[in-house]
């Protein structure tokens, strides 16, 4: 079984916005992460970048860290940008995520490009709708409970 961890959770009151690394929280079934300007009713209800993908821009010599790119959830072990639409991950004992889209088209640059001055999330970002709901906090394990059978292009 593929694993890794939750690094970071992050959220802010607004979409396209640098989120906040708040620890902990709650995600929501058909939601998103409790609090967060990006939940609703859609399918990128969670956005996930891993740290290898911040380690990237890091190297590239930008002062950039967890929340930077506007991802709720930071990782670290997991490729997340290769596991194909319909993976189901659990994330900590409770939460079950389905990933719904790899990557996005960008077609302005976004405050995150402006801020950082480079955007990893239009090609390594992932994004999920919760499908089931519970808490959420650095440390915890992300597990690949079923690989999904979709590739996806970035899309809008």
């Not at 996930?48 to 860290?65: P, Q």
């Not at 670290?76 to 994330?91: A, H, K, N, S």
């Amino acid at each position: 079984m593929q694993q890794g961890e939750i690094v970071a959770v992050c959220t802010s009151p607004g979409k396209g916005e640098r989120k906040k690394d708040v620890g902990q929280g709650r995600l929501v079934a058909g939601f998103g992460l409790e609090a967060d300007g990006h939940g609703g009713d859609w399918h990128r209800q969670v956005s996930l970048l891993g740290m290898e993908s911040i380690a990237k821009m890091r190297a590239a010599g930008l002062d950039v860290g967890p929340g930077d790119f506007a991802e709720n959830l930071t990782t670290r072990g997991l490729d997340l940008c290769r596991l194909p639409l319909g993976t189901v991950l659990q994330v900590g004992d409770e939460a079950v995520l389905e990933i719904t889209q790899i990557g996005k088209i960008c077609h302005d640059r976004c405050a995150i490009y402006y801020q950082a001055g480079d955007c990893v999330m239009p090609k390594e970002g992932i994004f999920a709708v919760v499908r089931q709901g519970g808490p959420v906090a650095k440390g915890d394990a992300v597990r690949v409970l079923e690989l999904g059978q979709g590739t996806s292009p970035a899309a809008p």
